[in-house]
């Protein structure tokens, strides 16, 4: 049985009403080694070698095949497709996003710099229907987590990240969540904002749920 709280979103409908939805509390991140072990005893009579050789294997066919535009489907897991953005990490896509796209002559310009944001993922309805019957979650607050707006000004924000980051040489998103009081999503979305910023002092390590932040090396 896991459990779930009722968060209300920023933005209003058509009534004057935020919209409320339900959001699941994890506890725990089951890491590579993790996730070999609970396999090894669910099939019972394969290696731990032997899994970990099929994972290595599905992630190299990912990594091939992804990238020249081909999707991958598994039966009774889904569909992974790679999504594609601006790599704001260079000086001259960040000129141009805060110019609207145009060059400094006023001539609009194209975009250079593209690269994998991140990778979508499908489930197959059967897998979905098959957690569903298994899955029971039970309410863990009463009342409806509001959606609380950072009244922070960004000079504060940046002050508070960096003064993290100076004690201990880096700064995780749940810090800065914490630290500007917003939730971990709009934090998020704030982060990148403020690395993207020209001279920004702000800089990222990592990825995913390693991703760190950390100031610039000047």
């Given at each position: 049985?896991?459990?779930?709280?009722l968060?209300?979103?920023?933005?209003?409908?058509?009534?004057?009403?935020?919209?409320?939805?339900?959001?699941?509390?994890?506890?725990?991140?089951?890491?590579?080694?993790?996730?070999?072990?609970?396999?090894?005893?669910?099939?019972?009579?394969?290696?731990?070698?032997?899994?970990?050789?099929?994972?290595?294997?599905?992630?190299?066919?990912?990594?091939s095949?992804?990238?020249?535009?081909h999707?991958?489907?598994?039966?009774?897991?889904?569909?992974?497709?790679?999504?594609?953005?601006?790599?704001?990490?260079?000086?001259?896509?960040?000129?141009?996003?805060?110019?609207?796209?145009?060059?400094?002559?006023?001539?609009?310009?194209?975009?250079?710099?593209?690269?994998?944001?991140?990778?979508?993922?499908?489930?197959?309805?059967?897998?979905?229907k098959?957690?569903?019957?298994?899955?029971?979650?039970?309410r863990?607050?009463?009342?409806?987590?509001?959606?609380?707006?950072?009244?922070?000004?960004?000079?504060?924000?940046?002050?508070?990240?960096?003064?993290?980051?100076?004690?201990?040489?880096?700064m995780?998103?749940?810090?800065y969540?914490?630290?500007?009081?917003?939730?971990?999503?709009?934090?998020?979305?704030?982060?990148?904002?403020?690395?993207?910023?020209?001279?920004?002092?702000?800089?990222?390590?990592?990825?995913?749920?390693?991703?760190?932040?950390?100031?610039?090396?000047?």
């Amino acid at each position: 049985m896991a459990n779930y709280v009722l968060k209300e979103l920023h933005k209003e409908m058509g009534n004057g009403k935020k919209p409320v939805y339900p959001k699941m509390q994890t506890y725990s991140l089951y890491d590579y080694e993790t996730v070999i072990e609970h396999m090894r005893v669910y099939t019972g009579n394969l290696s731990e070698g032997t899994i970990r050789a099929v994972i290595d294997a599905l992630v190299q066919t990912m990594k091939s095949w992804m990238p020249l535009g081909h999707n991958i489907k598994i039966d009774g897991l889904g569909v992974f497709s790679l999504s594609l953005g601006f790599d704001m990490s260079s000086p001259s896509e960040q000129a141009l996003a805060q110019n609207g796209g145009e060059s400094g002559e006023g001539t609009k310009t194209k975009y250079r710099h593209v690269c994998v944001k991140g990778i979508n993922f499908k489930p197959d309805a059967q897998l979905l229907k098959d957690i569903n019957s298994e899955a029971s979650f039970t309410r863990a607050e009463s009342g409806v987590v509001t959606s609380k707006r950072c009244t922070l000004k960004t000079e504060e924000r940046i002050s508070r990240a960096l003064a993290i980051i100076d004690k201990q040489g880096f700064m995780t998103l749940g810090e800065y969540a914490i630290a500007t009081g917003q939730s971990r999503t709009t934090a998020s979305q704030d982060l990148k904002r403020l690395v993207a910023q020209e001279k920004s002092d702000l800089t990222t390590r990592g990825s995913g749920s390693h991703k760190i932040w950390v100031r610039r090396e000047v």
